[in-house]
């Protein structure tokens, strides 16, 4: 028996062509996410530096409700892996930073590590600028390095809301540099859900502040995160675009202090009369990575992979429970 015989309506029209023509979920998937269970896919991508995965679930529940709880991002993301959500004040005051703290062996590995062989993600000119701001002889030198660091982070952000891409890091920790912006453009260019279905959103990220993007709101945050096996911390520039046919949220990472270049976790709520009250949650994770090529980079490859499909699978099934509870 079909599923249609079964009572289960189709995806909408725009949706589900996505799905077939990009994600290619198998035919027991397929089912299952039409069952309103989560279901998660890995899309195709460069292996050598890119993880990308689509999760989708069906919502009984308003939208209205998933976009509160998003703007209330500090109780949104706390707990478990979360150990610090900050959103930002608009504009940003150095204030914003008190609560971001580095552990203490990454402070001693700033007194001496050089460009390109630093544990904390930097550009040359932070990197420089900490060790030269920073009299090391000092019992104090760790508070020093914390209020500098909180400082590159403010200017960090209040540079990229000037500016833009433009504004983004410089990174030298392999034999070429790497430029957030060269990398968050070429990854943006990959993904058809931007070049096909959003191409508005597509440009606002890619331009933003020059290009106003009609019908959406957003804010910055930094967060720091478990992450692998040290925490991580990031900031985010999330945007809430409101359009008849769909609400996109997207957040799109500014800076990582490990593992990451970039990345975009992009959420599309898809309303669907036929199913009655509830959305479609669509998910689509992507980041940029160094260490993902070479033969070391293979192995670590299936880990991350394995990692973001678990992470993500969790992800479906949380929202799914607390939007519904």
């Not at 898809?270 to 033969?295: M, Y």
Request: a positive charge.
């Amino acid at each position: 028996m079909s599923l249609r015989a079964q009572g289960q309506p189709p995806l909408p029209a725009r949706f589900d062509s996505y799905i077939k023509a990009h994600v290619k979920l198998t035919p027991d998937r397929h089912k299952q996410l039409l069952a309103g269970q989560p279901v998660t896919q890995h899309l195709d991508t460069d292996p050598a530096k890119e993880v990308a995965i689509f999760g989708a679930v069906w919502v009984k529940a308003p939208m209205a409700r998933y976009l509160d709880a998003v703007k209330d991002i500090e109780s949104f993301e706390k707990g478990a892996n979360f150990l610090v959500t900050k959103r930002i004040s608009s504009p940003p005051r150095l204030e914003d930073f008190d609560q971001l703290s580095l552990p203490p062996d990454e402070i001693a590995d700033l007194k001496t590590c050089k460009v390109g062989d630093c544990e904390v993600k930097l550009s040359e000119a932070a990197l420089t600028r900490i060790q030269r701001e920073t009299d090391w002889s000092k019992p104090s030198a760790p508070a020093d390095v914390e209020r500098s660091f909180r400082r590159l982070a403010y200017e960090y952000v209040t540079g990229y809301l000037e500016g833009g891409n433009s504004r983004l890091a410089v990174y030298r920790d392999a034999q070429r540099p790497t430029f957030v912006a060269q990398e968050f453009a070429a990854m943006v260019d990959r993904m058809p859900e931007m070049t096909s279905y959003l191409p508005d959103l597509r440009k606002y990220l890619l331009d933003y502040p020059k290009v106003i993007l009609p019908n959406a709101e957003g804010f910055l945050y930094w967060q720091n995160a478990k992450f692998g096996l040290k925490p991580t911390i990031r900031i985010n520039h999330l945007t809430i675009a409101h359009e008849p046919s769909h609400v996109a949220v997207v957040s799109k990472m500014l800076y990582s202090s490990h593992y990451f270049w970039t990345a975009i976790e992009l959420r599309i709520l898809v309303p669907d009369s036929a199913r009655g009250e509830g959305f479609w949650f669509a998910n689509v994770n992507r980041s940029r990575s160094d260490g993902l090529d070479g033969f070391v980079g293979s192995l670590i490859r299936g880990k991350v992979r394995a990692e973001a499909a678990k992470g993500m699978q969790a992800a479906l099934a949380v929202t799914k429970t607390q939007m519904e509870r």
